[in-house]
């Protein structure tokens, strides 16, 4: 399988494994350098990004934000622009995918949910992928001296989220500059009330429960990440860049665009993968949603931006539900 794009991956789950466990020591230190760059202040000159921000409004006048998170940032993001944090600080609520903060500092909770990763049949991973991808697989994490074999006993979802986490590590973004975990950061410190829309057990179980053939797909796709850094690469930097530069359509259009070197078998299962991974989750988020507008409270909602913006997305959902959606963009 050729190299596929980084977007849905990246986009629209947190995958807390990918972006915390196995990077739990960076991830659980907040150094004093994260912390001033992510500081809002007056100052907007230090921030190049404009994101893009959707109000949604019911016939009562109550409001929710839609905000499109990334997983991981840059220095230049912050602090965010003041469309923004106006917003944000008008909302009584925070609604993120999963408080991964929380579950950071919860070692029993982590331990847990990264247990709907192994196999609980005696069976190990090389029973259930090909003996070659299985290879391919242990090089790349032997060196990075990531390999031990005990991983034999989890997943291929597993090994995918790890061998991402390890190649996100050299590329051009910092999973502690992340814009969900700003904000979680941001609404503990003002004890703004959080509420999460799935949890981590949630997505760790959805992962899990995909298909050998899907699981076998997302490891080869990670592989091919490994094998084409430089495209890998390039992608990541052209989606942080969309997602900074606020162009609706411009971003609709990449997370819309497909890989056409995939056989028709790969193309049915990255759609079986994409309806579970993006579509059913939107339908939830934007119930989620109309559910925060009967409830009279102002939240603001901060999901990955593939369930914010696009077709079938929460912004489109939403609109077609009857709701005013207005894209704010100062």
Known sequence: MKFKKLSAWLLAIVMCFMLTACQSDKSNLETDETEKITTDSDDEKNSSATPLLYRITDNDGNTVWLFGSIHIGRKDYYPLPSYVTNAYDSADTLAVEADIVAFEKDTNLLMQAITNFIYT?????????PQELYNKAVEILKEYNSYVPEMDYYCPAF?????????LEEFDGDVN????RHLINKAYKSDKEIEEIESVD????????FSDDIQIMLLKISVGMYEDKKASSDDLEKMMDLWADGDEAAFKAYLEKTDENMTPEEKELYKEYQQAMISDRNLTMADYAESALSSGKTVFICVGSAHIIGEGAMADLLSERGYKVECITQ
């Not at 049949?121 to 992928?129: A, E, G, P, V």
């Open 121 to 129: 049949d005696s069976s190990t991973i090389k029973d259930h992928i």
């Open 202 to 209: 949630f997505q760790y179980k959805m992962m899990s429960e």
């Open 177 to 180: 500059l992340g814009i969900d």
């Open 159 to 167: 090994w995918s989220s790890t061998i991402e986490s390890l190649l």
